[in-house]
């Protein structure tokens, strides 16, 4: 697992003794932050015991309920932070997608050093994932490129990531998934899109805008 520098010195607190809860382990600010969005010590002691799955998307139970508190996008981040060091998420893939939504707190909260540092570490090695491979770092590059306010970068991911070639299992998936759910929207075009592409379109469109806005929520400017 790839530690990032702000994290590396905690890791020594995990071979503390197991009687010691892990808010108390906490640095002073974190602790504060989840204190003030409602959670405390057992909560965040529930929060660890929870499956990946359930911890990662359960919108009332694991981080994204914090997140859906007002003011405590950073909390949730503090949550999934405590999540990756001290409940081990299982393999590389899974702890990629935890870094990708701790980043996510971080830009929605214009933490732009801190959300760039997550993002990076999410890239694929293309040569030993199949899946998603060239799109996931596509949509990497084209976030990192909208935060930097780089925008021919930007543009350019986009329109790498709108020619990626799309598998009919994966077609095939989403007409089943549409079919299952007949309540569902998604955008058009979604199911002969590229993964993310219409994510990244929206940072085109509202590029110079804050990620909070940008990502799925801003409408293109007339």
């Keep these: 697992m790839t530690i990032l520098p702000w994290l590396a010195g905690t890791l020594a607190l995990t071979a503390v003794s197991e009687d ?11 602790q504060t932050r989840l204190a003030a969005c409602g959670v405390d010590a057992g909560e965040l002691s529930r929060l660890l015991e929870l499956k990946q799955r359930p911890f990662d998307q359960d919108f009332e139970g694991g981080w994204r309920e914090i997140a859906g508190r007002d003011g405590c996008r950073l909390a949730a981040a503090d949550a999934i932070e405590s999540y990756m060091l001290f409940a081990r998420p299982y393999g590389p893939e899974h702890t990629k997608i935890l870094r990708w939504h701790a980043g996510q707190m971080y830009a929605y ?33 084209a976030t990192l490129a909208f935060l930097r306010g780089d925008y021919d970068a930007l543009v350019a991911a986009r329109d790498e990531l709108a020619v990626q070639p799309v598998p009919e299992e994966r077609k095939e998936s989403r007409r089943k998934m549409l079919a299952d759910n007949p309540n569902m929207t998604m955008p058009e075009g979604f199911i002969d899109a590229p993964m993310n592409l219409n994510v990244v379109k929206g940072l085109v469109d509202c590029f110079g805008k804050p990620y909070s806005q940008a990502y799925g929520s801003c409408e293109k400017d007339e």
Excluded: C, H, M
């Design 109 to 141: 909260e214009q933490r732009t050093d801190k959300a760039i540092a997550y993002f990076r570490a999410t890239y694929d090695d293309v040569e030993s994932v199949a899946f998603p491979g060239p799109e996931w770092n596509l949509y990497v590059d």
């Design 20 to 30: 010691v809860p892990v808010f108390e382990l906490l640095p002073e600010a974190q």
